[in-house]
């Protein structure tokens, strides 16, 4: 198993291809990787609560937030929608928009800010250690109705034990009331009453012996009880 250090320090983490280069709208987007416009649901919550905050985790270069920052600001909701983007490498560009900042840290560490409204990850848990504790916390900051959506490949959540594979996880936490759902490696899950805790320890995480459904190389996360 790989320490945390090892694995922030290794070549598949510390990588800059990471959702570097993606939009947020069009052929290489948020919106398709989501198939969902991020904008519109800022602004639904935004109309519902008077205010609305995106936390995008494994943000790469941020595009994707500077085109909304770009956007809201065309609206005229800037001071009512708060962007923060997250990532390891901190390879951020300079910006003038005083509602988006960007925070360099390892993501499984950030406390999003409480009562967010949408936490997305692109492609970015498939090079996480701790998937389900990072999960975990999302959605303990999430609002009523709020929701995190990103890529998952299920079989790089791992434990010795059948029972703990990912689809048991998945369907004792909705027996438990939560909302989830995972669709062509797209997990999406909108926050209940329910508390969402997988009850499982951590054990390490491993390089991937194979490729996962995207064709990369990525990190396996190991539980056990």
């Keep these: 198993m790989l ?16 959702n570097r280069g993606r939009v947020l709208s069009g052929v290489n987007s948020y919106e398709r990787e989501l198939g969902f416009a991020p904008i519109d649901w800022l602004l639904t919550r935004r ?14 270069e941020g595009l994707a937030l500077l085109h909304a920052a770009t956007r809201l600001r065309d609206l005229g909701v800037s001071e009512e929608i708060t962007l923060i983007g997250v990532d390891l490498l901190g390879a951020f560009p300079a910006h003038d928009f005083p509602n988006l900042t960007f925070v360099e840290t390892d993501v499984t560490k950030y406390a999003p800010p409480a009562n967010t409204d949408l936490v997305t990850c ?26 995190f959506c990103g890529q998952l490949d299920a079989e790089n959540v791992r434990s010795h034990d059948p029972e703990l594979a990912w689809p048991a996880m998945l369907r004792r936490a909705k027996r438990g009331g939560i909302d989830a759902a995972l669709r062509k490696h797209v997990l999406k899950i909108v926050k209940s009453g329910a508390a969402m805790q997988f009850g499982l320890q951590y054990a390490g995480a491993m390089v991937s012996e194979k490729p996962n459904y995207s064709g990369i190389t990525v990190i396996d996360s190991w539980y056990g009880v």
Aim: overall charge negative; proline content about 2%; charged content about 15%.
């Design 3 to 18: 320490t945390d250090p090892q694995l922030l320090a290794s070549d598949i983490v510390a990588n800059r291809t990471m």
């Design 47 to 60: 109309r519902a609560h008077g205010h609305a905050v995106w936390v995008d985790a494994c943000c790469g």
């Design 122 to 147: 692109i492609h970015g848990l498939h090079y996480l250690g701790d998937k389900l504790g990072f999960l975990e916390n999302a959605y303990a900051a999430l609002g009523d109705g709020g929701m």
